[in-house]
């Protein structure tokens, strides 16, 4: 019995070294496991502190895209508008030059009838210095005549003064003559 028993305690035994063996070699796995677990579990914090990075990088990104979203649809309406209001100034630029070419025409216009109306104000002026010229020259005569007619009565006028005085002289023979032969009729003598 002795020996069973002895034998079953190292047989226990042998169990117990592989019991411990298996227990150590659990243990030994369980610590390989456990740094393997801290590894996957670091790598997954990594990972988690990655996503949440990217979660903050993508909240911004789309913050960023509503932002362009929002600043795109300003855009489109001022493009809209900038369209409506190109429009618009396109139909007052045509306008426009619509009025300009009636400008133009009346400008053409007018400065047609101003060149003839400047050819007609040469014109009269070219009769006006002719007819300037014709009466300077008319002028010129009747103050030569005027010369001549001054040179004349002043001839004329001591012709008178020698004609005066010798009436007078003659006047007072002519009243003696009247008394004796009577009175002499007269006759109106034109001088030259």
Same mark, same amino acid.
């Given at each position: 019995?002795?020996?069973?028993?002895? =034998?079953?305690? #190292?047989?226990l035994?042998?169990?117990?070294? *592989?019991?411990? !063996? &298996?227990?150590?070699?659990?243990k030994? +796995? @369980?610590?390989?496991?456990?740094?393997?677990?801290?590894?996957?579990?670091?790598?997954?914090?990594?990972l988690?502190?990655?996503?949440?990075?990217?979660?903050?990088?993508?909240?911004?990104?789309?913050?960023?895209?509503?932002?362009?979203?929002?600043?795109?649809?300003?855009?489109v309406?001022?493009v809209?508008?900038?369209?409506?209001?190109?429009?618009? =100034?396109?139909? #007052?630029?045509?306008?426009?030059e619509?009025? *300009?070419?009636? !400008? &133009?025409q009346?400008?053409?216009?007018? +400065? @047609?009838?101003?060149?003839?109306?400047r050819q007609?104000?040469?014109?009269?002026?070219?009769k006006?210095?002719?007819?300037?010229?014709?009466?300077?020259q008319?002028i010129?005569?009747?103050?030569?005549?005027?010369?001549a007619?001054?040179?004349?009565?002043?001839?004329c006028?001591?012709?008178?003064?020698?004609?005066?005085?010798?009436?007078?002289?003659?006047?007072?023979?002519?009243?003696?003559?009247?008394?004796?032969?009577?009175?002499?009729?007269?006759?109106?003598?034109?001088?030259?």
């Amino acid at each position: 019995m002795f020996l069973t028993k002895q =034998k079953k305690i #190292e047989h226990l035994q042998e169990i117990i070294g *592989l019991k411990e !063996a &298996e227990i150590k070699a659990m243990k030994n +796995e @369980r610590q390989a496991e456990k740094k393997r677990l801290f590894a996957v579990l670091n790598e997954n914090l990594k990972l988690k502190r990655r996503v949440e990075i990217c979660d903050g990088m993508t909240a911004k990104h789309l913050q960023s895209i509503n932002s362009f979203k929002v600043t795109l649809e300003n855009r489109v309406e001022e493009v809209k508008r900038l369209k409506e209001l190109l429009c618009d =100034k396109e139909t #007052e630029v045509f306008e426009l030059e619509g009025m *300009l070419d009636d !400008a &133009e025409q009346v400008q053409k216009a007018l +400065e @047609r009838e101003a060149r003839q109306k400047r050819q007609r104000i040469y014109a009269a002026c070219a009769k006006m210095r002719r007819q300037i010229k014709a009466q300077q020259q008319t002028i010129e005569v009747l103050q030569h005549n005027i010369h001549a007619i001054m040179a004349t009565y002043e001839q004329c006028d001591d012709r008178n003064r020698q004609l005066e005085g010798l009436t007078r002289e003659q006047g007072g023979r002519l009243a003696v003559y009247e008394k004796l032969v009577g009175e002499i009729p007269r006759h109106e003598v034109v001088s030259e």
